[in-house]
């Protein structure tokens, strides 16, 4: 049995290393074709161009791992059952049990390389990438609003409601001009902040710099009492680094427990979350679409030669790993729209397909 899972393993390894390493060449050839646009602008050069789109290639890692282990196990294993290999291993003894059991492990050994490099390498390198190209835009981009944060906070006489807005980011731990209102405990308007930037610190402190505080009067009509201006001042908050970068950085920047962590916030300061708590879920079991994928390319290799080349094979599994990405990308928009559960949303396409892969797989081993 070893020597069939080495054999078998290798067989699918060295097909989807493969077929990873043709999709990355061509999605750095397409990355580098539209940085180089932007050369020149605010010393924006061709080194800085390569290491952006160098940085990107462990996020198209992780997008692309599914398909790549679909299409690399379709075209191994029917290549091995194009030759009869495969059926003299189902002769030796390697029956459907078996096979997809060794199959399911290393669908597992990619769940984890996908996990490892979805959570801890793509979002580092991704981080990267959006910092080097806002240097050419000046400043991370915003919406045209800003950004908006909430906070709250225990005061001697109640809760205290914070809502944060900023315009603009140079980087993760700085942004620039920046409003806090603070409202009391009965929703009244106590005090304005506006500050040119601030500075966040780990511990979520905030140095603003070039500070105008307005403060009114806690009435049933509040009026203003008094405005300073500051050059310098301190803010202590709940809104720490990894918080203030989520609604700055792109999603693909956020690792799940990112996720979860802004996710958590949001929904405690009464803000809007569906979003975060969707890409949450898709991230969390995004890994396990490798397994799902192996389980599909798993029947190629009860159907005879006579059935189809390796080429029509191979263009099956394009269109099934097509269809998959369609089908979670479309599963999403529609659990945003229609207000589905979030981890439903999430797992649809992934239950649907592993179905359809066992359903295969079972008629394939009674009637061939």
């Known amino acids: 049995m070893r020597t069939v899972r080495r054999l078998l393993y290798r067989e699918v390894l060295g097909a989807s290393g493969f077929v990873m390493l043709a999709f990355l060449g061509l999605f750095f050839f397409f990355d580098l074709v539209s940085e180089l646009d932007d050369l020149g602008q605010r010393g924006y050069t061709i080194w800085k161009a390569l290491l952006v789109c160098l940085l990107q290639v462990p996020g198209h890692v992780y997008e692309l791992a599914p398909i790549a282990v679909l299409i690399g196990a379709i075209y191994a294993l029917a290549r091995l059952a194009q030759s009869s290999e495969f059926t003299i291993l189902r002769t030796g003894g390697l029956g459907p049990g078996r096979a997809l059991s060794l199959l399911t492990q290393l669908g597992v050994a990619f769940v984890l390389f996908t996990y490892v490099v979805g959570d801890f390498i793509a979002p580092w390198c991704d981080t990267r990438s959006t910092l080097v190209q806002s240097e050419r835009k000046g400043g991370l981009s915003v ?7 909430r906070d709250t906070q225990p005061q001697a006489d109640g809760t205290h409601q914070f809502t944060i807005n900023f315009a603009g980011a140079t980087s ?3 942004i620039e ?3 806090i209102f603070e409202f009391g405990p009965r929703g009244q308007l106590l005090t304005r902040t506006t500050a040119d930037s601030a500075t966040i610190a780990p511990d979520g402190r905030w140095t603003l710099e070039g500070v105008r505080i307005s403060t009114w009067t806690p009435d049933t009509t509040p009026t203003l009492a008094a405005d300073r201006t500051l050059e310098r001042s301190t803010w202590q908050s709940n809104l720490t680094q990894p918080v203030v970068a989520a609604a700055v950085l792109p999603l693909k920047t956020m690792s799940t427990p990112a996720l979860y962590t802004y996710m958590v916030h949001l929904s405690e300061n009464a803000q809007a979350a569906q979003r975060y708590e969707i890409q949450f879920w898709k991230k969390a079991l995004y890994p396990f679409a490798c397994l799902v994928m192996m389980g599909l390319a798993l029947p190629f290799a009860y159907l005879h030669a006579r059935s189809g080349g390796i080429s029509l094979k191979v263009f099956g ?11 979670n990308n479309v599963s999403n928009h529609l659990g945003l729209l229609q207000n589905w559960t979030p981890w439903i949303a999430a797992s649809v396409p992934s239950v649907v397909y592993l179905m359809l892969s066992l359903t295969a797989f079972g008629w394939l081993v009674r009637n061939r």
């Open 143 to 149: 919406t045209a609003g800003g950004a908006w944060l």
């Open 172 to 174: 993760k731990e700085r």
């Open 177 to 179: 001009r920046v409003r």
């Open 317 to 327: 599994g394009v269109m099934l790993g097509i269809s998959f990405v369609l089908l």
